[in-house]
């Protein structure tokens, strides 16, 4: 199983933009779709953003499509959240998340094997 390790979140004002990072060791990272959810409190964790193995598909939640945008670099074993005119809606913990299997696609929490441990991201109003 891939450890991964996410970076980037912070504090940001309504309309502001982040970029989360996330580093990924100890698995093949190429061969695995990833994705990002988020959690927002006395919420159940949620799908965000998600991109194919090799980066040609890339999928999103309603809520995000045409503000964020995931990225990858399999050089480097990293995936990447650009958060652009980010809402109060937005606040939660961002979780990075490895596909359970090789060359999948999926979008479900079920379908991630590997999490990292999150990154606070924060929008004021």
């Known amino acids: 199983q891939a450890q991964l390790v996410e970076s980037g979140g912070g504090l940001v004002q309504t309309g502001g933009s982040l970029r989360l990072s996330c580093a990924a060791s100890?698995?093949?990272?190429?061969?695995?779709?990833m994705g990002w959810f988020r959690q927002a409190p006395g919420k159940e964790r949620a799908f965000v953003a998600g991109?194919?193995?090799?980066?040609?598909?890339?999928y999103y939640a309603d809520s995000v499509r045409g503000r964020f945008t995931i990225s990858r670099d399999n050089a480097n074993n990293s995936v990447y959240l650009q958060m652009n005119s980010l809402k109060p809606e937005d606040t939660a913990v961002y979780y990075c998340?490895?596909?359970?299997?090789?060359?999948?696609?999926?979008?479900?929490?079920?379908?991630?094997?590997?999490w990292g441990q999150g990154t606070q991201v924060t929008v004021a109003s």
């Open positions: 998340a490895a596909e359970r299997n090789p060359y999948g696609l999926g979008s479900r929490k079920t379908d991630f094997g590997s």
């Open positions: 100890g698995g093949t990272f190429s061969r695995y779709a």
């Open positions: 991109i194919s193995w090799r980066g040609h598909t890339a």
